[in-house]
């Protein structure tokens, strides 16, 4: 039987670079990255199989770029949620943000739980922002609540406690570069890991579509034999 590409997750990288190469600001590729986002999700929600779909929007580490690029990135992320509202109900896409989302202003935390709540009864694809999402701060918040436990912790008892509990299937990253920094490292243990130079504005749901065709062909065999 061929996999089932049950959960992907993806780094949108290259949004910079894109604007960049066209002689525009660098928001402006954050501003269409944004349009691509609504792209795939619609298109997974149309998919059978899919899940779930975790897209790295804003990482713990992102706090470091220029402050001017920081607030579009927030503000844009209010318009989005508040605008795309419809096309999750539309199509049945429930939003679970996952990350520590007390660092952002108290009007963005509102628009963030008001989309959660109103697509709560959702129960199509299950579309995952990260959001001031880091994997390390995700274990270490999750160790933390742990830490009065008598008993031995188990890797279940950590995984009850990460924002997102689902195993990674595929972990696409865009952008050229060959690395995680810090997105779902506990959950992506056993994912098929994807690669393309592709900048984030420019990747299609036909290659995302090549890309699960690919994996259902991969042998997985999570640490075991044939
Ligand atoms: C990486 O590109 C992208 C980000 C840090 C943010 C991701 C944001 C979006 C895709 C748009 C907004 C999303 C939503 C859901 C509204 P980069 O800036 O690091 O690009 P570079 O590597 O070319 O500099």
Redesign the pocket.
């Known amino acids: 039987m061929s996999n089932q590409a049950k959960h992907i997750a993806i780094i949108?990288?290259?949004?910079?670079?894109?604007a960049e190469l066209q002689g525009k600001k660098?928001v402006k590729?954050?501003e269409v990255?944004?349009k691509v986002?609504k792209e795939i999700t619609t298109y997974c929600s149309n998919t059978k199989d899919i899940e779930r779909l975790t897209?790295y929007?804003?990482s713990t580490e992102?706090w470091k770029r220029p402050r001017l690029e920081v607030e579009f990135?927030m503000k844009?992320?209010d318009t989005?949620l508040k605008n795309e509202l419809s096309v999750y109900l539309e199509n049945n896409v429930r939003f679970e943000p996952i990350g520590d989302i007390r660092a952002f202003s108290k009007s963005l935390q509102k628009t963030i739980k008001m989309v959660e709540e109103k697509t709560s009864h959702c129960d199509g694809l299950i579309q995952s922002?990260a959001l001031n999402y880091g994997s390390q701060d995700e274990i270490i918040r999750a160790i933390n609540t742990l830490k009065d436990t008598k008993d031995d912790i188990t890797a279940e008892m950590i995984s009850n406690q990460l924002d997102c509990k689902c195993d990674v299937d595929i972990l696409i990253r865009t952008?050229g570069d060959n690395r995680l920094s810090n997105f779902l490292l506990w959950q992506a243990a056993y994912a098929e890991l994807f690669f393309t130079d592709t900048?984030?504005p420019d990747f299609t749901t036909k290659e995302l579509e090549k890309i699960i065709k690919k994996f259902t062909k991969v042998e997985r065999r999570f640490g075991g034999l044939k």
Do not use: K, Q
């Open positions: 949108m990288d290259g949004n910079g670079r894109w660098r590729g954050h990255g944004a986002v897209l929007a804003f992102n990135l844009l992320l989005y922002l952008g900048l984030w």
